[in-house]
């Protein structure tokens, strides 16, 4: 029996998170063992070019030693006790000062971290519901787990089953980038809207950024009107900048969700804030929220070693903006050398090739047509010569430390060869 087959047996799609089943590119899942820099190694002793980097954490490159010397060490101290800290100490004092918050909880996925931000925003305003965006995702907690329908639609209904609509209907879904729409949905609830939550800089409909004018009307149509404004910024923190996207913007939200990065590669979440908003939380406030693993002392300890050694590196993020420039132009030059249909979408060191007809990408109806089966032809191509993309049209290529000019070169010349396969396969 093959480890596919295995999986299947004792693992719901043979998987723990559906994108890894590589269904929507007509392919089994790639089992992997191992990694080194930019590479990543499968069971069979394949090597590929790793554009997922564990969907964003390893902006440092896999195994790099800044972190993981010293992660061997920390296996004689301790794995968790479930009990205070010095180091989650540590790692809160640095983590709002390089976010320019004052308070922090740490959680253990982003997931986490969405839902009790949502859950403190309502305890904070004593109001229910809550605004979203279409084709962001915030994590598989039950009130953001709705269908991307049309921005016109005043509520969603539940996109898996086990949600009650009931607990949907307290979502409102409104059109990324449309301020218009906010507004409406605004005035049409006053006075019973909790927080509006968004990505700034969409991750999971492809990399859609937000217009600038968006996010600064944003901020002031939430502000007028006693609305938290709430960053999910699990994928673009500590990614596209060191610290918060919000200086992009030049607006300051008043809870920001961070994951991913902030844990060095294992599991963690944060939800931080001021401290009127975060004192609403237990045990000095009313809010429950808790975990047992959460702020344990490995990840804090991982975490706090990869935010120091971006610290000290922070012109990494100026080479690897460099670098998706260079793939970006690159790929667009193959398309038009081919002919084929595509666009690239790009912020810093976030990108994505989507296949299709497209004129400007700004929001989700933008890119519901994307062609996902041209996208499939082009993964298995990609694989078949040894890179490793997302296994899903609508994910980003993120970029590490590790990536050189040379990869990239490698990465155009591989990215040619696909999509002349593709022309001649049509």
């Given amino acids: 029996m093959d480890l596919y087959e295995r999986a299947k047996n004792v693992i719901p799609g043979g998987v723990n998170s559906p994108v890894r089943a590589f269904q ?17 190694y499968d069971v069979d002793g394949n090597k590929y070019i790793d554009y997922i980097d564990s969907w964003g954490p390893m902006i440092l490159g896999h195994r790099p030693k800044e972190v993981v010397e010293n992660a061997k060490k920390y296996l004689d101290e301790a794995i968790t006790f479930g009990l205070p800290t010095e180091v989650e100490v540590e790692m809160a004092e640095l983590f709002t000062k390089f976010t320019g918050t004052e308070m922090v ?17 309502r305890g904070y305003t004593g109001r229910d519901m809550i605004i979203k965006f279409e084709g962001c995702y915030h994590g598989h907690s039950d009130g953001l787990l709705v269908k991307s329908g049309s921005g016109t639609l005043t509520y969603n209904s539940p996109s898996s089953l086990g949600v009650p ?7 409102l879904v409104c059109e990324y980038n449309n301020i218009e729409d ?15 939550i968004i990505e700034p800089v969409a991750g999971n409909m492809g990399v859609v950024p937000a217009d600038k004018t968006f996010i600064k009307e944003l ?14 910024e699990v994928i673009t923190g500590f990614r596209t900048q060191f610290g918060s996207i919000a200086k992009d913007f030049d607006v300051k939200p008043d809870l ?23 004192n609403k939380l237990s045990p000095v406030g009313g809010v429950y929220q808790a975990g047992t693993l959460s702020g344990n002392p490995l990840a804090m300890k991982m975490g706090r070693d990869t935010l120091l050694a971006l610290d000290e590196n922070r012109e990494l993020y100026d080479k690897l903006e460099q670098l998706a420039i260079r793939l970006g132009k690159g790929f667009e030059e193959n398309l038009r050398k081919t002919g084929i249909k595509g666009k690239v979408t790009r912020y810093k060191s976030m990108m994505s090739l989507f296949f299709g007809d497209f004129g400007e990408i700004k929001s989700y109806n933008d890119v519901k047509n994307a062609d996902t089966k041209m996208y499939a032809k082009y993964f298995r191509a990609m694989v078949h010569q ?8 609508f994910e980003a290529i993120f ?11 490698r990465t155009i010349e591989a990215n040619l060869l696909a999509l002349k396969w593709i022309k001649d396969e049509d």
Avoid: W
């Fill in 24 to 40: 929507s590119v007509g392919m089994d899942p790639i089992f992997f063992e191992r990694a080194d820099g930019p590479y990543i």
């Fill in 105 to 121: 909880r740490m959680v253990n996925s982003g997931t986490e971290a969405t839902m009790s931000a949502i859950r403190l925003a």
């Fill in 165 to 171: 609509k009931e607990i949907t209907d307290f979502t």
């Fill in 182 to 196: 906010v507004k409406e949905k605004i005035y049409k609830f006053r006075g019973k809207i909790a927080c509006v």
């Fill in 219 to 232: 901020r002031k149509v939430t502000e007028e009107n006693g609305i938290l404004l709430i960053f999910d």
């Fill in 256 to 278: 920001f969700c961070f994951g991913k990065i902030i844990g060095g590669g294992l599991p963690v979440g944060a939800f931080a804030g001021p401290r009127e908003i975060m």
């Fill in 386 to 393: 040894n890179f490793m993309f997302a296994p899903a049209q």
């Fill in 399 to 409: 970029f590490q430390k590790a990536h050189t000019e040379d990869i990239i070169d």
